[in-house]
């Protein structure tokens, strides 16, 4: 959301995506996220920029690997957001843009190791499809539902990006945003969120 603040193109893009795939007659469904090819580009660019867990957890070597130089018992930690933003292999790569990955098969699912965000192998994130599903499903109601823009007197360069560090990353400060409808009072009456209207709401991602 903070990325999609501070880029208002990528916002306007992926509302209009969303408009063309999903209409403004209804909320959107589970089943519409593999028709969302823009919305799928930003949550892979979103874990291409700011991976949750920057450096992967700690594994050790039983054995010395073949062809490695690493002995047995080497203590190996994958740095995932310096794999993921490495100038040899991305260009621009510390710029927010979801395009890089349309009509690209490169995918965060532990098949492509210049980005790495749950991990690859047998240790994989068990939580990964559970996580991508929610990520883009959530992202889309609220980028299709509602109208979103920042308090009066900030513009996208003044959205806060401090990151908190710890075992996994995030915000270190809520971002204030102010929601509003943008489909008709039906819709939100249907799907049982008559409380949503003009409020500002911290959001913690
Ligand atoms: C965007 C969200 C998420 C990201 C980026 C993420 C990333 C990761 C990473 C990098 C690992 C370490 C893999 C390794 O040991 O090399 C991991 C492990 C794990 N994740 Fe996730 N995860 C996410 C969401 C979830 C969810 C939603 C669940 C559960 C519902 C989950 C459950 C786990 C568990 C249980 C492990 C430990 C697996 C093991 O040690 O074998 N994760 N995750």
């Not at 892979?44 to 050790?60: C, D, F, W």
């Not at 930690?77 to 927010?96: G, Q, Y």
């Not at 995030?170 to 209207?197: C, E, F, M, Q």
Request: net charge neutral; aromatic share 4%; charged share 25%.
């Amino acid at each position: 959301m903070t990325e999609l603040l501070r880029h208002p193109n990528i916002m306007e893009r992926l509302q209009s995506e969303l408009d063309d795939v999903i209409g403004k007659e209804r909320m959107v469904e589970e089943p519409d996220l593999r028709n969302l090819e823009y919305l799928q580009a930003v949550v892979k660019e979103t874990l291409r920029l700011h991976p949750p867990a920057m450096l992967g957890v700690p594994h050790s070597t039983t054995e010395a690997p073949k062809d490695t130089i690493s002995p047995a018992n080497t203590r190996v930690i994958v740095n995932v957001h310096a794999i993921s933003t490495d100038p040899k292999v991305w260009e621009n790569p510390l710029k927010f843009d979801p395009s890089r990955f349309l009509n690209s098969r490169m995918d965060v699912k532990g098949q492509h190791y210049e980005i790495l965000p749950f991990s690859s192998g047998r240790r994989l994130c068990p939580g990964m499809n559970l996580a991508l599903v929610s990520v883009a499903y959530t992202l889309a109601q609220l980028v299709h539902a509602c109208s979103i823009s920042l308090p009066e007197g900030l513009t996208p360069l003044d959205v806060d990006v401090e990151q908190r560090f710890g075992i996994t990353v995030g915000k270190r400060n809520p971002l204030n945003l102010l929601l509003t409808r943008r489909l008709p009072s039906d819709v939100y009456h249907k799907a049982g969120l008559n409380g949503i209207g003009q409020s500002r709401i911290p959001v913690d991602t």
